[in-house]
């Protein structure tokens, strides 16, 4: 195989949106120029003689950067990679997967454009005195390396490079990049390289213990998983104008915990904690690391179960419709902010309105009603589920939107839309849905099974919560569990007791004389397979226990011979209730355990129930003829 690059091989290569490595591909030789690691890989310009772009190497071939068989200023035959997009920018750039050595480090860079006219007779001469024999004709300028020139590996490379190195350099350098999914809070030290994907505003707070400040950013990572860091007063001021929003940084030295499900934005089991001793450093020539957005798809026709619930839903669905741009006042400035409504349509044939806000309304939202007689597939992340009109969504600041996405759910939806669904009529997901649906009553009918089947299935709610709904007998009530919290009169947030009297609120960041108690308590529901403990809070024990949770504390502060906290306890017990529940993992002491937590609890109604019953029986009959 001889010394050689390809001419114009690059050129020809960026010059055809349609290559394919697979099969267009003839003998590519390129010269590796400006070796590099970055993280457990390493980035390279690819040269042919005439033309530069920028290159990667897939893991897979680090070892052979590191013993040296591939070198910088070396010559390598591509023999499988792709072309892909910087989104960033409007360039490209090759992602190699696999190659072969053909020689070993050149002195100097080729330039084939760069030579005078005495050094290209110079060259062709060259060329006359190392042709081959037999009539066999070669491409590309033959280069023959000094004889007294010394070739380094990479290892070598790297260890003359991290006395000037940058910081963010030699900690790419000297400590393995870890995976976001790895990270555990009972592990060592670390260091991860992420892209900040979100940033938050500096918030002000003030609580018992003082006042402070806080922000969080949303970092995502090469494979997609996010998670979310947050830091307070010293870290927040320290690193708030050190994250820029879509650049990629080195992280290390901060502290993982179990999520707060209440407050977190991403999907990640844990939440990480910067404090003003964590390292934080900016990557350099990381231009071509662009994490994919990782979804969660929420079938329309689910929608009901998430109303008025603090957790974000990711959506995928056929623009049906677009609306103009509205103007809105704002209520709590008086504001005048944009809007703008599309509705989407999926698989379920419902449909649901999704409103656009500022500048989603006016950039994204104008281009989709410029496109809509298309009937684009569109892809939403991070959207809050509300009861106006039944159901209906709506972006918040973190929401990302995704025209034609190009993934298999995205291109499944299209061909089902072109196929039939264009045809198809649809119903709203709001439509006959009572006001009853936000406790989830209107769903209890679908999707109904046994406890057996949540008890005797581990593994259920792993990947994301699961919703089932079921019927059952409320069979036990601990008395002495802690079974309500202090709460705001206003946000319903949890307060605590201020130094001198009354209640402070943290969310509304003012105190009270008086407070209220919401439920938070366990019950045992069994039925005629198994048993199971619910997770169930205030609206729904409300309706288990019958009173509320400060007319129960009051029975129980009552004295008397007769305790009426007990028998109203008793009274909950041995019970028909239907109930919608969600089926999660939560790790306890380094052990996952499933958690039921009801979100909806309504009366058993016979009549339907027999209806039920009859389609079961009937379903039955017809799987066996």
């Not at 360039?91 to 330039?111: M, Q, R």
Request: net charge neutral; with cysteine.
């Amino acid at each position: 195989m001889q010394n050689s690059v390809t001419p114009d091989a690059i050129s020809a290569i960026l010059s055809n949106p349609s290559f394919d490595s697979s099969s267009d591909r003839s003998e590519i030789v390129v010269q590796v120029v400006d070796l590099k690691p970055i993280g457990n890989r390493y980035t390279f310009s690819a040269n042919d003689g005439k033309t530069r772009v920028k290159a990667m190497f897939t893991a897979s071939l680090t070892p052979e950067i590191v013993s040296g068989k591939i070198q910088n200023l070396g010559l390598i035959r591509l023999v499988d990679f792709s072309v892909n997009d910087i989104s960033s920018k409007s360039t490209k750039y090759f992602l190699v997967t696999k190659c072969e050595s053909v020689a070993s480090a050149l002195d100097s860079e080729i330039d084939l454009e760069g030579k005078t006219d005495e050094e290209g007779g110079e060259a062709k001469r060259q060329k006359l005195d190392h042709s081959p024999v037999n009539g066999v004709k070669e491409t590309g300028i033959t280069l023959k390396p000094k004889q007294e020139f010394v070739a380094k590996s990479a290892s070598q490379i790297i260890s003359e490079q991290r006395g000037n190195a940058a910081p963010a350099a030699r900690m790419a350098m000297t400590r393995r990049v870890h995976p976001l999914v790895s990270l555990n809070p009972y592990q060592g030290s670390w260091t991860i390289k992420v892209r900040v994907t979100n940033k938050g505003t500096m918030r002000n707070y003030r609580n018992a213990k003082g006042e402070g400040c806080v922000f969080n950013v949303e970092l995502t990572d090469e494979e997609g998983t996010q998670i979310q860091a947050t830091m307070f007063n010293d870290a927040a001021r320290k690193f708030y104008d050190r994250f820029q929003l879509g650049k990629v940084y080195y992280i290390s030295r901060g502290s993982l915990k179990l999520a707060n499900k209440q407050f977190k934005t991403v999907q990640n089991d844990y939440e990480m904690t910067l404090n003003e001793n964590s390292e934080v450093e900016e990557a350099s020539n990381e231009e071509m690391f662009v994490p994919e957005t990782k979804f969660n798809f929420v079938p329309i026709e689910e929608l009901g179960m998430y109303v008025n619930q603090k957790e974000l839903i990711d959506l995928i669905g056929v623009v049906q419709s677009v609306s103009p741009t509205m103007s809105i006042r704002r209520k709590t400035d008086n504001e005048m902010i944009p809007k703008r409504d599309i509705t989407l349509a999926d698989e379920s044939k419902k449909t649901v309105v999704v409103s656009l806000w500022n500048d989603l309304a006016t950039g994204i939202g104008q281009e989709l009603l410029d496109m809509a007689d298309k009937s684009p597939v569109i892809a939403i992340k991070s959207l809050k589920v509300g009861d106006f009109q039944g159901v209906s969504l709506s972006t918040i600041s973190r929401s990302n939107v995704v025209i034609n996405p190009e993934s298999p759910e995205a291109k499944k939806l299209k061909s089902w839309y072109d196929s039939e669904g264009k045809e198809t009529s649809m119903s709203s997901i709001g439509s006959g849905i009572s006001p009853s649906a936000k406790n989830g009553s209107w769903s209890m009918y679908t999707d109904r099974v046994l406890l057996s089947h949540i008890t005797s299935t581990p593994s259920l709610g792993e990947e994301k919560p699961v919703f089932f709904s079921t019927r059952g007998y409320i069979s036990f009530i601990k008395p002495d569990q802690t079974m309500w919290y202090q709460a705001c009169k206003a946000c319903n947030k949890k307060v605590t007791e201020a130094m001198d009297s009354g209640y402070w609120c943290e969310g509304c960041q003012k105190k009270d004389e008086e407070c209220s108690l919401r439920y938070i308590m366990v019950v045992k529901v069994s039925d005629s397979t198994g048993e199971a403990w619910f997770s169930s809070f205030n609206d729904e024990a409300e309706k288990i226990i019958g009173c509320s949770a400060d007319e129960l504390n009051k029975l129980r502060s009552e004295g008397g011979e007769v305790n009426e906290f007990q028998t109203k306890l008793k009274e909950a017990t041995w019970t028909s209730h239907l109930f919608r529940i969600s089926v999660t993992q939560n790790e306890y002491n380094g052990e996952k355990r499933q958690r039921v937590t009801v979100k909806g609890v309504a009366p058993v109604d016979f009549a339907a129930e027999a209806r039920l019953l009859l389609q079961d029986i009937s379903n039955k009959n017809k799987a066996s003829q």
